[in-house]
């Protein structure tokens, strides 16, 4: 897949599970923050046990405010974080379920992106021998990744994402992820209703492999970070007249501070179009709800997409007289 090999450190490995591949239910997303959690400094010996207690307890959270947690009908083991959640059952009855059901999928498939296992696996299947899983070098190393501390906030954000089309069970042609910029947060209607999803910022960053869009400059999603992201419009917002639908996810990019100053009201060039094309498609690749949302905004095939974005940019550029901007590179061009 051209998004890990393109940068293949073991974040963006770690991202290709998150972010790509279809989601059957959205377990691989509590045992992502279960990994996040368990104690690095003990034994490379995880046990169903320990993972068990951050792994439902995540779920459990998470039922609390989106019911629809799995593709099919239902699961005996969300049943019973459904118990837990209206105090039917007790933590260690939830732990055991937990051991015993919770797992039994999503262990075999956490590696799996696109029909095949990624060369890095950040645990063993030691179930049958140890009764869990073994910790390899990858995940500490990942750990102590720079971006590491950004990789929690993604994994909540596209979990947020993909439990809200879910829930919203609607057509996914009618599909349409918006933001609002007083707000930063991406939202859908339902009937006309507003439903806030997640935060824009964390949901854009892994597609953009932390990177600044225009400079690659590592970037920041801890609020008060002095590298905290801006969220841009690409095409700048005074263009809102003469481009539809300007605050659509395919126009909106991270930036750091100072690319964001110094570009003020004027249009980045068409070598950025071409990237800004690049990381839409990676919204193409990572299915519901923003592949959705990408095509029902700016069209079915690749050349359709790319067709839509020089359309609009030209649009703007034309009636807005816009002058183009270009960066200072910081970094190594990723993506
Ligand atoms: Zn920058």
């Known amino acids: 897949m051209h998004f890990y090999q393109a940068d293949p450190t073991l974040e963006n490995y770690w991202r290709g599970v998150i972010l790509f591949g279809r989601n059957v239910a959205s377990y691989k997303f509590a045992l992502a923050h279960a ?10 010996l995880v046990t169903l046990e320990q993972l068990a207690v951050p792994f439902s307890r995540h779920l459990c959270q998470h039922l609390l405010t989106a019911p629809k947690q799995i593709t099919s009908r239902g699961s005996k083991y969300l049943e019973a974080c459904a118990q837990f959640n209206r105090g039917e059952i007790m933590q260690d009855k939830l732990t055991e379920t937990t051991v015993r059901l919770g797992f039994n999928n999503v262990i075999d498939a956490f590696h799996n992106v696109n029909a095949g296992e990624i060369e890095k696996r950040f645990f063993l299947d030691e179930r049958k021998t140890h009764g869990g899983i073994r910790l390899t070098e990858n995940l500490y190393r990942l750990s102590e990744r720079q971006q590491y501390q950004n990789l929690a906030r993604e994994t909540t954000a596209r979990w947020n994402l993909v439990e809200q089309a879910w829930t919203m069970g609607i057509s996914r042609n009618l599909l349409a992820v918006e933001y609002d910029a007083e707000s930063q947060l991406l939202f859908s209607r339902v009937n006309a209703r507003r439903v806030n999803i997640t935060s824009c910022r964390n949901s854009l960053n892994g597609y953009q492999k932390g990177r600044c869009f225009y400079c690659f400059r590592p970037i920041s999603l801890t609020p008060g970070h002095s590298d905290l992201a801006d969220v841009d419009h690409f095409i700048p917002w005074m263009a809102r007249d003469e481009v539809p639908n300007i605050n659509g996810v395919w126009n909106l990019v991270l930036a750091c501070k100072s690319c964001n100053s110094s570009k003020s009201a004027r249009l980045p060039g068409t070598r950025l179009l071409a990237r800004l094309h690049a990381r839409n498609e990676y919204f193409i690749q990572s299915r519901l709800p923003l592949h959705e949302t990408i095509v029902n905004q700016t069209g079915r095939q690749p050349e359709q997409r790319r067709n839509y974005l020089i359309k609009n940019w030209d ?21």
């Open 315 to 335: 649009n703007a550029r034309i009636s807005r007289l816009f002058h183009t901007w270009e960066p200072q590179a910081e970094g190594e061009a990723i993506f």
């Open 35 to 44: 990994l996040y959690e368990v104690d690095k400094s003990a034994s490379d």
